[in-house]
């Protein structure tokens, strides 16, 4: 099976945690733009549900496609969140942010009762980090805000190149928030809370992709078939 044909394996098996009536937070990426294309057919075969989308990106899909959108201010609460992620650990420990959305999924994630990822099984990991940890940074500082998270690194006894994040023309990546993105390349990461507290103590670093405590399950799609992982919460 070809690496798309699982993430829609994924975002199909993710359907069944959808119900009617359900105030849902929709995800961004590949895997998640799946999972638009299904519910979207779901719901023009009269399931009734209200999405809020964790970016631009996938406001314009869903609305393209008639899934019908709010938003946080309109419906502050929410279901259920669903998903991609760049890469999940046995504790459903993610990074996410390879496309740049973090900021959005997180708040959106943090708002919903629950959040299912969708994988294919690539994404699976023991340890986070070969996928470079994304962090979003506020424009102002910028400079000061890379030097000081290399600080942070370097007290937990990590390091490796920062990089800011640019367009495939070469001007640097803005996120829908109008933030940058650093791409930090640390490799493993053996104590993602500890890193997380350390970047939010950061004055100029808006968000990072590290969600921690917010998936309780995983949908992820391998060759043999559909696996569920799930945390106690
Ligand atoms: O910012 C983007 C998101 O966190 C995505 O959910 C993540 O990068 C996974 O994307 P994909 O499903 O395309 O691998």
Do not use: W
């Amino acid at each position: 099976m070809s690496q798309q044909a699982m993430k829609i394996e994924a975002a199909r098996a993710a359907l069944e945690y959808v119900d009617n009536g359900m105030r849902l937070g929709i995800g961004t990426g590949s895997t998640a733009e799946e999972f638009v294309k299904l519910l979207a057919e779901r719901v023009s075969e009269g399931l009734e549900i209200i999405g809020v989308p964790t970016s631009e990106r996938t406001a314009k899909l869903c609305t393209e496609l008639g899934v019908p959108l709010t938003s946080l201010e309109e419906t502050p609460e929410l279901d259920l969140t669903i998903d991609g992620a760049d890469e999940l650990d046995a504790n459903l420990s993610l990074i996410k942010g390879g496309g740049g959305a973090l900021l959005r999924e997180k708040i959106v994630a943090f708002a919903s009762k629950r959040m299912v990822v969708i994988a294919d099984g690539s994404k699976v990991v023991d340890k986070l980090g070969a996928f470079p940890l994304p962090i979003e940074i506020n424009v102002f500082g910028s400079g000061a805000t890379i030097k000081a998270i290399e600080a942070a690194a370097k007290r937990l006894e990590l390091a490796g190149p920062l990089k800011i994040r640019e367009n495939r023309d070469g001007d640097e990546f803005k996120t829908d928030g109008g933030h940058l993105i650093v791409d930090a390349s640390f490799g493993h990461i053996c104590d993602p809370e500890a890193l997380s507290n350390a970047l939010h103590a950061i004055p100029g670093v808006v968000e990072h992709g590290l969600f921690i405590g917010l998936a309780d399950t995983a949908v992820v799609a391998q060759e043999s078939g559909v696996e569920i992982k799930t945390t106690a919460l």
